[in-house]
């Protein structure tokens, strides 16, 4: 039996899986088994799972249409590891991922953890600026990338892992947005210390169009909301910065309109991602693309906050579904 169980639930792409098996198949650790979770699937993914028989310890089940976490923890009910891991499926695994995984908890080991993002050489510019994005200290405070950090790392479901005993105790995946954060404070909040291990990082390709990236990151907004109704403690002030960055950007672009020089600060901002940019990409396309997805990603996120944190909290619509899953945590 091996020690590493990962589960990956899977929607309609059938392509990703590929590379992720791919990546997977090239471990120089290989004490894992893969659960993989089709949810319904339209374009199932069975025949790409099938190809990779004899090269991975893989598991494939099929089952209704019910959402992610429920995908989750049905392959919780069925993996057989003693740690289970946690990627998405449009993830790439370095090759020594699992080795360095298992290096880290046999020399410190950790009930529960969670790993960086970065991007791979092979993807898209607009792959590369969207990481870019998710991971720069100017546009998320470095929570994602790994690095300095403006809020404490938690682990997330793209990259994150916990003990069996985690879940025996403290159960799985709930259905809402921000359905890893959840389980993370969860998971803390029960006792079981975690840590980030930066060397199990992984490539995260992410949307690949502008479009579903600027729903995501709206989606993210409002998922940050949801989450206060059940844990106030967890809404800090760093995750009110895009809201705040929007409604700035729209006061100083009224305000240029009589003052031209009041357009300097974000002008300056944008000097500084694009630097940044380039320094990281070594790219002046990736540069370019990068300031339009950081001004998505915190756009989108802040409309996302700003409607959420009016509609649920201030108008108070929000109030019978933080009832409902507090209930759901207490029982």
């Known amino acids: 039996m091996s020690y590493f169980s990962i589960i990956v639930p899977v929607y ?19 004490d894992f088994e893969l659960v993989l979770v089709e949810d319904g699937s339209d374009v199932p993914c069975k025949e ?32 057989t590891g003693d740690y289970f891991v946690f990627f998405d499926s449009d993830c790439v695994i370095p090759p020594d991922y699992f080795k360095a995984l298992k290096e880290a908890l046999d020399k410190d080991y950790v ?30 405070g470095g929570i994602r990338g790994g690095k300095v950090q403006m809020e404490k790392f938690v682990p ?38 975690g840590r980030l291990i930066r060397e199990a990082f992984v490539y995260h390709k992410r949307r690949v169009s502008l479009r579903r990236y600027a729903k995501q990151m709206y989606m993210f907004g409002t998922g940050r909301v949801g989450l206060k109704l059940i844990w106030p403690e967890s809404l800090k002030a760093v995750h009110c910065l895009p809201a705040l960055f929007l409604l700035g950007c729209i006061f100083l672009l ?6 031209w020089w009041a357009i300097l600060p974000l002008a300056a901002y944008v000097l ?17 693309l990068s300031v339009v997805t950081s001004f998505i990603q915190l756009f989108c996120y802040g409309y996302g906050f700003i409607k959420a944190y009016i509609w649920e909290v201030l108008l108070g619509h929000g109030r019978n579904v933080g009832k409902e899953l507090k209930m759901r945590r207490e029982s």
């Open 12 to 30: 309609n792409r059938p392509d990703e899986v590929r590379g992720l098996l791919e990546s997977l198949a090239c471990q120089s650790c290989k």
């Open 48 to 79: 790409v799972a099938d190809s990779f028989e004899g090269k991975i310890d893989i598991k494939y089940f099929y089952k209704d249409n019910e959402g992610r976490s429920a995908a989750r923890n049905y392959g919780l009910e069925r993996a």
């Open 111 to 140: 009930p529960c953890y969670g790993g960086p993002d970065a991007a791979s050489d092979d993807f898209s510019d607009l792959q590369k600026a969207i990481n870019f994005s998710m991971t720069s200290f100017l546009t998320t």
């Open 156 to 193: 997330r479901s793209f990259n994150m892992g916990f003990a069996r005993e985690v879940w025996e105790k403290v159960g799985g995946f709930r259905e809402m947005l921000a359905e890893d954060l959840d389980l993370s404070i969860r998971i803390r909040k029960a006792g079981f210390p």
């Open 254 to 259: 009224i305000c240029s309109f009589f003052r």
């Open 272 to 288: 500084a991602l694009w630097i940044s940019a380039l320094v990281k990409t070594k790219s002046l396309k990736i540069a370019c």
